[in-house]
């Protein structure tokens, strides 16, 4: 018991836990032009987002990244145990949950000197 | 001044209240232009301008990946991840011939090394050595003087020939080359908008200079041809003979995995302290071409989750025995292999680490390689943390405050973890006794440790310490060398 609060602490203390990663192949995530509002090199930009009525209505969805002309490179779906606890015991009715998404880097063709 | 954002580094070590947190863009991210080059290096100088009016220090950040504050400033922090311009050298660019398929290549600076590792690998090309992931830019690689495990090659700086930087608002950018190894013609440095300076001790100094030489827009490095290494990692007890045979660098005689009397390219050891000292030792060969041998690792379906560090070093400051489970959990993760083969990428690919952790790295002569391994392994019991003990074995570097300076070898021990208490005293136990048993050492720059004014004097020696200040000092006006530092900087006394 001891050690589930500890780890329960942990998570609250830090970044949270229960976190879900899809990645794009091949390439490497960047800052996007708004990053001066998310400038965590670790988590990128992130938000978190109400699903109510077991998603009839979604609130606080965040605009579409600003990653220039290229796409993501990654997105996160991270529960942390009071989001969990909020929608346990809400049964799904409210449902929290922290998005993270890191832009993809350019990937320039080469060019010469001349 | 007010802080308008929070910069937190990749491994959560360093968080940083920012005047000014600049995300840097190249004009047109679709083409690497000469033109696109010449205009972003324009906007730097605006800014280092603007943090001059301002009185505040300037710095670039690349993948955040040092552990240290070393690039970070409550001023004004330029993100570069998306400067990743690359172009390809020609011969009628170059002072000197080079080999077929051995061009160098000009790499805007925010490139990451895996970015780098692609573009190379489509020309026949590879780094001759890297760290042991990807994340990095080669800007911020460099200036913290990252390592592989290149016995006979060395670190990063050691490809790196020529360094374009940014040191003033106003006048032409530098460009920087030994000038006992020149590299691109005058005509082509004009060109690009910059003035040539050829200078050996300034240039060695100017390679791991953790942004106080300036804003690096861009470096030229020397590409090994494309290569494969092939390998074991093994369970290995390492005897009396084993160590007197690696610290002699008499490799045939250390009897490693599939050596047959070669020396490795890369050689590493790791002790699990907390698993009754399970010891592995990886070997890794070059070869030109591939060999017949399994790929470098299948996908598993199990993997470690992101919070993973940050639940472990909670347990482990909590639960003395909990330390001992993880390390069971570790010998999993690192399982021995044999014969496998694949390229320089596929090994030291992507990092899995992820949340908050705790790594330092200490260099030292390779004839001391055992007592430290010792003394850090030691270190780990004392304080029972979540952590593993690793060595690898790099040639000495030309910089002036390159961490791997040591001959002929330096061997690097490194206590990495999960962070917690356990694993922060863990370090700083090691570091005190490898000062107390008076061994010549060196800290890396981008990894924890406890240098100070007087620590610094101590592990790389007064003389380098001033050639690198003086360096400095030619290179920085006077009035702008505070807009070059950080705290960092100003507590190791190096800023003026």
């Known amino acids: ?114 | 001044m007010p802080s308008t954002s929070i910069w937190t580094n990749w491994h959560e070590t360093v968080s940083q209240p920012v005047l000014r947190f600049e995300v840097l863009s190249n004009a047109d991210e679709a083409r690497s232009t000469i033109a696109g080059y010449k205009v972003t290096n324009a906007r730097i100088q605006r800014l280092i301008g603007e943090a001059a009016e301002k009185g505040v220090s300037i710095r670039a950040v690349g993948g955040g990946w040092s552990y240290t504050r070393v690039a970070a400033t409550d001023g004004i922090m330029l993100a570069t991840e998306r400067l990743n311009y690359r172009f390809a050298l020609q011969p009628v660019d170059l002072q000197q011939p080079y080999a077929p398929g051995r061009l160098p290549v000009l790499l805007q600076c925010g490139i990451s090394i895996a970015d780098v590792n692609r573009y190379l690998a489509k020309r026949n090309q590879a780094v001759p050595t890297s760290g042991a992931s990807n994340g990095q830019t080669i800007a911020g690689a460099l200036s913290t003087g990252t390592h592989g495990g290149a016995i006979q090659f060395g670190a990063i700086p050691e490809y790196v020939v020529a360094i374009h930087l940014a040191t003033a608002p106003d006048g032409r950018t530098v460009w920087l080359e030994r000038a006992s190894h020149p590299v691109l013609r005058d005509e082509v440095i004009e060109a690009l908008g910059a003035e040539p300076r050829r200078d050996d001790a300034l240039f060695n100094a100017a390679l791991v200079s953790f942004g106080c030489f300036g804003i690096i827009l861009g470096v030229v490095i020397e590409p090994a041809g494309s290569y494969f290494l092939h390998g074991s990692r093994a369970v290995y007890k390492l005897s009396d003979a084993h160590w007197n045979a690696i610290q002699a660098l008499d490799y045939a005689a250390a009897e490693l995995p599939l050596a047959k009397g070669r020396t490795p390219y890369h050689l590493e050891l790791l002790c699990n302290v907390l698993d009754n000292d399970r010891s592995l030792v990886t070997a890794l060969y070059q070869e030109a071409q591939r060999p017949q041998a399994g790929p470098v690792k299948a996908d598993g379906s199990i993997n470690k989750g992101d919070a993973a560090l940050d639940v472990i070093g909670a347990l482990a400051g909590a639960f003395k025995g909990s330390a001992a489970a993880f390390a069971k959990v570790l010998s999993r993760a690192y399982a021995p292999y044999e014969n496998i083969a694949g390229t320089p990428p596929e090994f030291f690919s992507d990092t899995s680490t992820r949340g908050r952790s705790a790594a330092t790295a200490v260099g030292v002569p390779v004839g001391r390689a055992r007592e430290v391994f010792e003394i850090a392994c030691g270190s780990l019991r004392d304080h029972q943390a979540p952590a593993l003990v690793s060595m690898r074995f790099v040639k000495p570097t030309k910089a002036t405050l390159g961490f791997t300076m040591h001959q002929p070898v330096t061997a690097i021990t490194e206590l990495d973890g999960a962070f917690s208490t356990s694993t922060r005293a863990a370090q700083q136990t090691l570091w005190k006794r490898v000062r107390e048993a008076g061994i010549p050492h060196s800290f890396h720059w981008g990894k924890l440790n406890d240098l100070n004014a007087q620590n610094l004097r101590l592990a790389y020696g007064e003389q380098r310490v001033s050639d690198w200040i003086a360096a400095r000092r030619r290179l920085i006006r006077p009035e702008l060398r505070r807009v070059f530092s950080n705290p960092f900087a100003e507590s190791l006394g190096v800023a003026d």
């Open chain 1, 1 to 114: 018991m001891k050690m589930l609060v500890a780890a329960a602490a942990a998570c609250v203390a830090t970044s949270g836990c229960m976190q879900y990663r899809q990645k794009a192949l091949n390439v490497m995530p960047a800052p996007s032009s708004d990053a001066a509002v998310c400038p965590d090199m670790s988590h990128g930009c992130g938000k978190t987002v109400w699903a109510l009525g077991w998603g009839v209505v979604n609130v606080g969805e965040p605009p579409a990244a600003k990653c220039g002309d290229v796409g993501l490179a990654e997105v996160t779906v991270r529960s942390m145990p009071l989001t969990f606890l909020v929608s346990a015991l809400t049964v799904g009715l409210v449902s929290p949950r922290r998005i993270e998404w890191k832009c993809a880097a350019p990937t320039p063709t080469e060019g010469t000197l001349h």
